[in-house]
């Protein structure tokens, strides 16, 4: 990746063109990087938060799974605005490093969890031939929303461009 923006960064050194580039350095506590990292963890959060309603809290270990998503969107929402209130546009790589280690004990935990969670029905309903009809019953909600999402793009067919266009 560094190579790729010295192509980019390097001819604009010796052409004397300086504006913007500390933008694109990896060193640069303010810069694109470092804001992409920090969002894409976020995101990766809101994922593990997606989980909860799926977990409803029958036995133990679905409390367990649910409690675990909803506390690492919390810790990372209290993190995001406490270091914001504190250290303001300053924070540096202080947020980073706090959304990568809550992302990071988080993505452990519910692998854990989760390969338990799916052993436990993968064991219990092979016998009775309920297993996918046990992991559609419960992520149907969300297929039907990215199906009902997805049907936009059956709506323009090449006899229908002008319509659609």
């Not at 250290?87 to 809550?102: A, D, M, N, Q, T």
Request: hydrophobic share 55%; with cysteine.
């Amino acid at each position: 990746m560094s190579e790729q923006w010295g192509v980019v960064i390097q001819p604009s050194l010796l052409a004397g063109e300086t504006e913007g580039i500390a933008l694109l350095t990896q060193f640069n506590p303010h810069g694109i990087f470092i804001v992409l990292e920090e969002v894409g963890f976020l995101l990766m959060i809101v994922s593990f938060f997606a989980l909860f309603p799926i977990f409803d809290g029958k036995n133990p270990l679905e409390k367990t799974i649910r409690y675990t998503a909803i506390i690492g969107f919390i810790l990372a929402i209290v993190s995001f605005a406490l270091i914001s209130i504190i250290y303001g546009i300053h924070r540096k790589y202080l947020f980073e490093v706090i959304i990568i280690s809550i992302t990071w004990i988080e993505l452990i935990l519910l692998g854990i969890l989760l390969t338990r969670y799916f052993g436990r029905i993968k064991k219990s309903a092979l016998k009775s031939r309920q297993f996918l009809m046990h992991i559609f019953r419960k992520l149907s909600p969300f297929i039907f929303l990215f199906l009902y999402s997805d049907l936009s793009i059956f709506k323009c067919f090449p006899e229908r461009v002008k319509q659609c266009s």
